[in-house]
């Protein structure tokens, strides 16, 4: 091998990044940083060598099935284990905030992202519902470090705004799916037995699917571990990965069978800790996924970051840049504050922190790739919707990474006030 080869260098920034990681994960309790602010950094810093070296950089349009099958992997993971840290019952009103956000904001966010999409960024309406659809939903893989703790951290009624978070996220990115598979579509003609199809297979049946799926393959798995565990069949030491093999069943099986896999993994995570409630398995099952999800969290990132170019930060335009800060700055808040009126039991830091925490990451590269694999968006709304995406995915990346401790801090001295 010669001095210099792109691959040895490659392996040396692959294990410097690995340490990187580490270390930012180690102490990222203690900083006003979350961990993916640094992956981003490394990521534009990859690209930037790979092309000095010549080399191919990874591109979210060419690259689609790649980029999403590893947001895909991400994704699966992060729901289930958003599932599993659940601790509230299932059938009461402690669900109304979630029941909001995701009924109520998220609808609300995709209209008024595709009204500025059609009326300021110039985009057919198929294309501006797939835009609202990519970028309404909030992320698992980033919101885990602002919503509620693993098993047996939280207190018997989790601050509420944090709970809501992590409910959404887990459960959303299944929901916002349909919106997606709406606008592609509409983009594609929408003839009324096109809409009809879609109302039937990817609402009214794959919502419901998914949904079962989840609820007997995670008690059932639960059952199956649970008692090859008391009888010495299941090594502890391995407990780490059925947070893997589970999520990995239940999306496939929902799949396979019209349903959406998103919504079977947030649910099989539910349905799993219901069957045991205890702490001490659920809180090595919950730390086993995490160690896969935070793996899969820099790999994604890193990928994301890589793909940055001069020429790609240009494909949004002027219209496609100012709806970053018009999203995360008045549509997410706009939505949250109007649906949230009604509940006044909610404190003003409470729907601050829902407010502002509508953070974008893996799941908008995921719908983005989808989108692409497709191929019924002309060339230039697919690079002017993808890049637009990415573009609030990255400023998320910084904004909400810097802002998650402080305001975290803020958020808990109204719930527990000195």
């Known amino acids: 091998m010669a001095a210099g080869d792109p691959y040895a260098v490659a392996l040396v920034f692959a294990g410097f990044v690995v ?47 790649l980029v999403g099958r590893i947001a895909e992997g991400a994704l699966l993971v992060a729901v289930f284990t958003a599932g599993l840290r659940v601790e509230r019952t299932l059938f009461s009103g402690q669900w109304r905030s979630v029941v909001i956000l995701i009924g109520l904001v998220m609808p609300a966010c995709v209209a008024l992202i595709a009204l500025f999409g059609t009326q300021v960024m110039g985009l057919s309406l198929g294309a501006a519902l797939v835009l609202g ?23 018997d009624h989790p601050e509420e705004a944090r709970f809501a978070i992590s409910a959404e996220a887990g459960l959303n990115d299944g929901l916002a799916a349909p919106f997606v598979l709406f606008g592609l579509v509409v983009a594609a003609g929408a003839a009324s037995e096109d809409i009809l199809e879609w109302a039937l297979a990817d609402v009214l049946l ?17 059952a ?29 099986v929902a799949e396979a069978l019209g349903g ?86 909610l404190g003003m830091r ?9 953070v974008r990451g893996v799941a908008a590269l995921y719908f983005c790739t989808l989108a692409v694999q497709t191929g019924i968006l002309s060339p230039s709304e697919e ?22 401790d402080p305001l975290g801090r803020k958020l808990d001295e109204e719930v527990t006030p000195a």
């Not at 990859?46 to 060419?62: K, M, N, Q, S």
């Not at 409470?350 to 509508?358: E, I, K, T, Y």
């Open 19 to 65: 340490c990187v990681a580490i270390a930012a994960l180690s102490y990222q309790r203690e900083r006003a940083y979350s961990a993916s602010v640094i992956y981003l950094a490394l990521g534009i810093a990859a690209g930037a060598v790979l092309h000095l070296l010549g080399g191919e950089r990874i591109d979210p349009i060419a690259d689609a099935e």
């Open 133 to 155: 659809a990519v970028l309404a939903p909030t992320d698992p893989v980033l919101a885990g470090d602002i919503g509620v703790g693993a098993p047996g951290e939280q207190a």
């Open 206 to 222: 794959a919502i419901p699917v998914g949904v079962l799926v989840g609820a007997l393959g995670g008690y059932g798995l639960a």
């Open 224 to 252: 199956l571990v649970h008692t090859g565990r008391e009888r010495g069949m299941l090594d502890t030491q391995f407990d780490g990965f059925v947070a893997i093999a589970s999520p990995l069943l239940l999306y496939g």
């Open 260 to 345: 959406i896999g998103f919504v079977a993994g947030f649910v099989g995570g539910l349905a799993f800790r219901r069957y045991e409630f205890g702490h001490e398995y659920n809180r090595e099952l919950h730390d086993g996924a995490e160690v896969f999800e935070k793996l899969l969290e820099l790999a994604v990132i890193l990928v994301l970051g890589s793909t940055v170019t001069l020429a790609a930060l240009k494909e949004p335009g002027v219209a496609g840049w100012l709806l970053t800060p018009l999203l995360l700055l008045v549509i997410r808040p706009a939505a949250v504050f109007a649906c949230f009126a009604p509940m006044r039991a």
């Open 350 to 358: 409470s729907r601050l922190f829902l407010a502002w925490f509508g």
């Open 383 to 404: 690079g002017t919707v993808v890049w637009t995406a990415l573009v609030c995915v990255m400023v998320s990346i910084l904004v909400h990474g810097m802002t998650s």
